[in-house]
Structures are given as C-alpha cells and as structure tokens.
C-alpha cells in the first residue's frame, strides 16, 4: 500500500460545479498538510497548508482533514476553466521538507 | 515561482554526459530541496540541504550530486550514473519548520 494515495483522474466538471478532491494516507503520524496546484510544465503553487483536523477556508477553497479516517479533502466553489490544473496533495509528520510525502496528484479539466 | 528561479526550462543531453540543473533562491530560505517528478508517482526527494556547506541524501541520491556554496545556490548535477534521468525535476525552498515548500517552475530534463 502506497503511503498516499490519490485518485489520478482525469477529473472533468463543468464551469460553476462543485469539485472535491481527496488523498487517503496510512501514516497516523501525519499531522501537516497540503494542497498544491500545478499548471502543465509549471511548479507547484500552494494553495492551502493546515495543521491537524478540522477545516480551512480560501475564497472558493476549502480544505478538510479528518485523522480519524485519514482522508484529507480539498473543495473547490464556482470552479471556473482556469483551476483545470493537477492537483497534488502532501503531507508530513514533521514539518521538514525531507519529510513531505506527496500524492501523484489529481487531473482536473473545468469545461466552460 | 517568485523568488525561486530554475534553469533552463527545457534541457536536452545524450547519454553519457553530464549535466547541471540550476536554482537560485532570493527568499533567503535556509532549506532547498531537490525533486523529481515522473506521471503517475508523487513528487521524490533527490537532495536536500538545511544549511550552506551542508546536505543530506534524499530518497533517490544515486547519480546525483549537489553542492550548496551559497545560501542562494544550490545546484543538481545529473551523472551519467543515473539509470533513468529524463523527468522534471523541481527545486523547492522552506523558510523554516512549521512552513510549506515554495517550489521554483522546474526543469524539464530529456536524455536521449
């Protein structure tokens, strides 16, 4: 079993949906996390980064994390084209970056 | 993006040769990080190094190298040792603990 593990897609909604995307992870040790955006041959960007459970909301960014399951969300409101990205989750036990485990991330394609 | 600067974008070598990836960093971010990215697999750690003079091996070093001689610089060099070098690889920084990674826009490698 994979350490993290994220549903590859390809993901496609139409303009104005809701979309949920998810990560579940086997690391109850895990208590950092992280939603990355990243556009076709571009790094990265950092969307949300919360610490333990609960919720954390960014303009049309919601993200969930519940230890109990381990299984971390990220919801995105009014999804326009320009979110089509992959979305990659990330985690961590202690917050140094050699200990950052990712997801193979999420293809998402808003349809206008 | 931002403050992390990789080049060049695109990199083309032959096998047998070998080739340096730069990153450059003016967050003044004590960590950098090295890592590759294949389709399919989460983001792995090649290098990392949490101070000038100093880095440790990440989960895939081999035929790798890397040197931190500034705080800004921290350059990968691909050898001709690396079995499978073409992927994009991704030079990220974290302002300390308790902080996400910053990634730069990444480095496409091909190696034929």
């Known amino acids: 079993q994979k350490e993290v593990e994220q549903d590859p897609g390809p993901l496609s909604v139409p303009e104005g949906a809701i979309v949920s995307l998810n990560c579940t992870y086997s690391?109850?040790?895990?208590?950092?996390f992280m939603w990355y955006r990243q556009y076709s041959r571009k790094g990265p960007e950092l969307l949300m980064y919360?610490?333990?459970?609960g919720n954390k909301e960014d303009g049309r960014f919601t993200a969930q994390v519940d230890k109990s399951s381990k299984y971390i969300s990220l919801f995105i409101r009014d999804s326009q084209p320009s979110d089509s990205a992959t979305y990659l989750c990330?985690?961590?036990?202690?917050?140094?970056?050699?200990?950052?485990?990712f997801g193979p991330g999420t293809r998402l394609s808003v349809l206008p | 993006d931002g403050g992390i600067t990789q080049s060049p974008k695109y990199l083309f070598r032959k096998e047998g040769q070998n080739v340096t990836l730069s990153c450059e960093q003016n967050?003044?971010?004590?960590?950098m990080y090295w890592y590759r990215q294949d389709p399919g697999q989460g983001l792995r750690l090649i290098y990392y190094?949490?101070?000038?003079?100093?880095?440790q091996k990440g989960d895939i070093a081999e035929g790798y190298s890397v040197s931190r001689e500034k705080k800004e610089s921290f350059p990968l060099t691909v050898t001709s040792a690396q079995k499978n070098p073409t992927a994009f690889y991704l030079c990220?920084?974290?302002?300390?603990?308790?902080?996400?990674?910053?990634f730069g826009n990444g480095t496409r490698l091909t190696v034929t």
């Open positions: 967050l003044n971010h004590d960590a």
């Open positions: 690391n109850s040790a895990f208590q950092y």
């Open positions: 190094s949490q101070i000038v003079n100093d880095f």
């Open positions: 990330a985690m961590s036990a202690k917050n140094y970056g050699q200990n950052f485990v």
């Open positions: 990220a920084t974290q302002q300390g603990r308790n902080s996400p990674l910053h």
């Open positions: 919360t610490y333990s459970s």
